[in-house]
């Protein structure tokens, strides 16, 4: 967990994923494939509070870092994932230094933060308090996902909040807060992205985003993000099983 944050910090190249599908099976394929992190998606997905616990557990079984996007600011949902023994998480909506100072307090134990200490996964289900107190504020990995035209707007705000490690940039909910939705705006939201960007590199913060696709990730990293989350579990099943399907209906056309 911690060579994670640290990577975070030192903006090492990060490759992860998505995961949607509420099974350990789905979370072990996904980590045995090379991805350098994951996240569970608590947000956008069907996956109950009670079984994120057994998804980090499946994660820890091959030694991948296992974030989850909680499904808003609240600290009882950020303190339950990081409990279970999360490496961090990713904070959606964040829009304000408020907003942002708030997801500090949640995560980080004090004098940091305000965080409550409880007796589970993470800590050996009270085995070993001490231990984790002494690690958890230095090693967690807080993101913060901008993605509305308020927090493009406070992004310098944002971004100088310490105790943030990641501005992490949502481009699909962006594209819909600044009207740059479709082609046409494929300008618009690419400056705004290019502002995120660059002011979070300039107060120090490492910068993450979605992407659908690995297809423009070079032009993104020579920009100066380095931390990415690649599709999903969900997306690459599509895509994987697509590719199949047409490739097999081509080949059973082909008469010899």
């Known amino acids: 967990m911690g060579n994670f944050r640290k990577n975070c910090i030192e903006k090492n190249l990060l490759i992860g994923t998505f995961a949607a599908i509420p099974h350990p099976v789905a979370i072990e394929v996904t980590a045995a494939s090379g991805v350098d992190f994951l996240c569970i998606d608590w947000e956008h997905s069907q996956i109950s509070r009670e079984r994120i616990e057994d998804l ?10 296992a974030m989850v996007r ?3 600011h609240t600290p009882e949902a950020i303190a339950s994932v990081l409990d279970a023994g999360a490496a961090g998480v990713l904070v959606p909506r964040v829009s304000t230094a408020a907003q942002a100072k708030a997801a500090v307090l949640a995560t980080r134990y004090p004098p940091m933060g305000e ?6 996964r993470a800590a050996a289900y009270g085995y070993r308090i001490p231990d984790y107190l002494a690690k958890a504020n230095a090693e967690l990995v ?4 901008v993605e509305t ?3 493009l707007a406070n992004i310098a705000d944002i971004a100088a909040v310490d105790g943030v490690d990641v501005i992490f940039i949502g481009p699909g909910d962006l594209s819909v807060s600044i009207n740059a939705i479709g082609p046409a705006g494929t300008e618009k939201l690419n400056a705004a992205i290019e502002t995120i960007v660059k002011t979070a590199l300039a107060t120090g913060r490492t ?4 992407r ?15 931390f990415f989350l690649l599709a999903s579990d969900t997306m690459f099943l599509g895509a994987s099983l697509a590719g199949g399907v047409a490739q097999a ?3 059973g056309a082909t008469k010899p």
């Open 70 to 72: 909680v499904p808003g």
């Open 149 to 151: 035209a308020e927090g």
């Open 56 to 65: 980090i557990r499946a994660a820890d079984v091959h030694g991948v870092p």
């Open 249 to 251: 209906r081509q080949q």
């Open 115 to 120: 965080r409550g200490v409880g007796p589970g």
């Open 142 to 145: 807080l993101a913060v996902q």
């Open 212 to 226: 659908p696709s690995p297809n423009d990730i070079g032009t993104w990293s020579a920009a100066g993000i380095s």
């Open 207 to 210: 910068v993450g985003i979605f």
